[in-house]
């Protein structure tokens, strides 16, 4: 059975100076390109919106425009190890689906499968919303599933989201490390 490092989102927009950005998003880049050697498989998602997606706030969603197919902001930060991914998959190109999950709608899961992975390893950004979609996905669908704390950090649209995204994480049995 293999080991698979899922690289969440790791994008311009979600860095320092992005449109939506984490605080210290950047932050997760180095431990990330420290841990990737380490597993068989390595993917990194992209939130990888059309240009009118439900989730901005132009069309009554809760976030500034992001992401946008093909745009600067939607590419992986620079600082990323591209020779230790083996794919990247693209979520969130529905317009009316939320797209936190690296799980909706894409070929992650069979590619997963395929490689007879058993235990998910997530990281990146955010804490809060796309890697505890993912994670919480990974779960449901029946993988081990660990969370690398030092390798994420939170929006924390509301203080304390990011805690609370640890106690659900754990309560659904994911392991937070
Ligand atoms: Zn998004």
């Not at 860095?15 to 993917?43: F, K, Q, S, T, W």
């Not at 990323?80 to 797209?99: E, R, W």
């Amino acid at each position: 059975m293999a080991n698979a490092l899922v690289v969440v989102d790791v994008q311009n927009d979600f860095c320092p100076g992005g449109a939506l950005a984490v605080a210290e998003g950047d932050a997760v880049v180095e431990p990330i390109n420290r841990m990737a050697a380490d597993y068989d498989v390595v993917v990194a998602t992209r939130d990888w919106h059309p240009s009118e997606h439900g989730s901005f706030a132009s069309r009554g969603g809760p976030w500034p425009r992001h992401c946008v197919q093909g745009t600067p902001g939607a590419e992986l930060n620079p600082g990323l190890d591209g020779g230790a991914i083996d794919l990247i998959v693209d979520k969130g190109q529905s317009p009316d689906l939320p797209g936190y999950s690296g799980f909706e709608g894409t070929e992650l899961e069979p590619f997963l499968r395929a490689r007879d992975v058993a235990t998910v390893h997530v990281v990146g950004l955010a804490l809060d919303y796309c890697v505890r979609a993912t994670a919480l996905d990974a779960r449901a669908r029946g993988f081990a599933v660990v969370v690398h704390r030092d390798a994420t950090r939170a929006v924390e649209a509301s203080e304390g989201d990011g805690e609370r995204a640890v106690a659900e994480l754990r309560a659904a049995g994911v392991e937070v490390i």
